[in-house]
């Protein structure tokens, strides 16, 4: 299984990014979809998740309502729709896959954001 995260980049305070995560190596029906993060000096946080088969979604509070997580099945792909970018949401973002009911054991790579003042 691969996950190959992208979209990361520079953007200013109110400003938008669309990360992606391409998925491979096998279906992922059945399996939950993840974001997570990581500030300098912070320890790792839960961003957003999705339920690929169902589309259920879920979001830490500091995102609600500014974050979109979605996929897409045909590309077997998940995004994370950005908006109102804060500062503080200056991080490496990983996307992340486990089987519903079950912790994230397939990883990423980051991709880094950065969001200016």
């Known amino acids: 299984v691969q996950l190959q995260a992208s979209g990361g980049g520079l953007e200013q305070t109110g400003g938008s990014l669309t990360l992606s995560c391409a998925a491979s190596g096998r279906t992922f029906s059945g399996y939950v979809m993840g974001w997570f993060r990581q500030a300098p000096g912070k320890e790792r946080e839960f961003v957003a998740r999705i339920n690929w088969r169902v589309g259920t979604t879920y979001y830490a509070d500091s995102v609600e309502g500014r974050f979109t997580i979605s996929r897409d099945n045909a590309k077997n792909t998940v995004y994370l729709q950005m908006n109102s970018l804060k500062p503080e949401d200056t991080a490496v973002y990983y996307c992340?896959?486990?089987?519903?009911?079950?912790?994230?054991?397939?990883w990423g790579q980051g991709t880094l954001v950065t969001v200016s003042s």
């Open positions: 992340a896959a486990g089987r519903y009911g079950s912790s994230y054991n397939y």
